[in-house]
T-cell receptor
Framework: ETGVTQTPRHLVMGMTNKKSLKCEQH?????MYWYKQSAKKPLELMFV???????ENNSVPSRFSPECPNSSHLFLHLHTLQPEDSALYLC?????????????FGDGTRLSIL | AQSVTQPDIHITVSEGASLELRCNYS??????LFWYVQSPGQGLQLLLK??????LVQGIKGFEAEFKRSQSSFNLRKPSVHWSDAAEYFC???????????FGAGTRLAVHP
C-alpha cells in the first residue's frame, strides 16, 4: 500500500462525542500535516509535525488534539466539537529533509457535527 | 505578508477548448510553486511543481505551467480540456527550508460538453 490513507472517510458525531481521525503514510516522509477545508474558505493549516515533534499549531482550539506517535502515523482527537467544525479534514505528508518537496494528500475525512 | 492569489473563483470552458488558470504570488524571494487538483470527495493531487530552471514545467494529465518572475505569476494551462478535468484547482507556494505551504483560494472549473 502506498500514499496517504485517512480513516474514516466519513464521520457523523454529536457535539458531546469523542472520536479520532487517523492518517497513515507509506511514503517514507518525515513531516505530516492536518488541514481543515470548509466550504467557500481557503485551506487552513492546523498542525505540522516534523519527526514526531509538533512544529506548528495554527491557533487551533483545544477541542482538537493532535498526536503523532511516529513519522508514519498522525491522529486528530476530537471532543466537544461545534457545528462550525463540520468540514473536510485533510492529512498530508512530505519529505522535508529536501527543500521544496511537495506535500502529498490523503482523500480526507468528511466530518459532520450534529 | 506572503500570499497566493487565484483571481478567478469559477471558470467555465467548453470541452476541447484551451484553458488558463491564473495564479499570482507575493513573496520576498521566488518561492517553490505547485498546482494541485481536487475532484469532488477527494484529496488534493499534485499536478506539477516549479523549483528552478526551465520556466515552463510539464505536469500530469496534459497540464503545463509557466513561471514568470516579472509578473510574479505561475499560470496553469491545458491546450484541450476534457470533461474529466472538471474539478477545483489550487495554486500553492512555499519558501525553501521551511515547510509551510500557502494555498490560494482555488478556482472551480466547469466543463461544458
Amino acid at each position: 500500500e502506498t500514499g496517504v490513507t485517512q480513516t474514516p472517510r466519513h464521520l457523523v458525531m454529536g457535539m458531546t462525542n469523542k472520536k479520532s481521525l487517523k492518517c497513515e503514510q507509506h511514503l517514507g516522509h518525515n513531516a505530516m500535516y492536518w488541514y481543515k477545508q470548509s466550504a467557500k474558505k481557503p485551506l487552513e493549516l492546523m498542525f505540522v509535525y516534523n519527526f514526531k515533534e509538533q512544529t506548528e499549531n495554527n491557533s487551533v482550539p483545544s477541542r482538537f488534539s493532535p498526536e503523532c506517535p511516529n513519522s508514519s502515523h498522525l491522529f486528530l482527537h476530537l471532543h466537544t466539537l461545534q457545528p462550525e467544525d463540520s468540514a473536510l479534514y485533510l492529512c498530508a505528508s512530505s519529505l522535508d529533509r529536501e527543500k521544496g518537496q511537495p506535500q502529498h494528500f490523503g482523500d480526507g475525512t468528511r466530518l459532520s457535527i450534529l | 505578508a506572503q500570499s497566493v492569489t487565484q483571481p478567478d473563483i469559477h471558470i467555465t470552458v467548453s470541452e476541447g477548448a484551451s484553458l488558463e488558470l491564473r495564479c499570482n504570488y507575493s513573496y520576498g524571494a521566488t518561492p517553490y510553486l505547485f498546482w494541485y487538483v481536487q475532484s469532488p470527495g477527494q484529496g488534493l493531487q499534485l499536478l506539477l511543481k516549479y523549483f528552478s530552471g526551465d520556466t515552463l514545467v510539464q505536469g500530469i494529465k496534459g497540464f503545463e505551467a509557466e513561471f514568470k518572475r516579472s509578473q510574479s505569476s505561475f499560470n496553469l494551462r491545458k491546450p484541450s480540456v476534457h470533461w474529466s478535468d472538471a474539478a477545483e484547482y489550487f495554486c500553492a507556494a512555499k519558501l525553501g527550508g521551511y515547510n509551510k505551504l500557502i494555498f490560494g483560494a482555488g478556482t472551480r472549473l466547469a466543463v461544458h460538453p
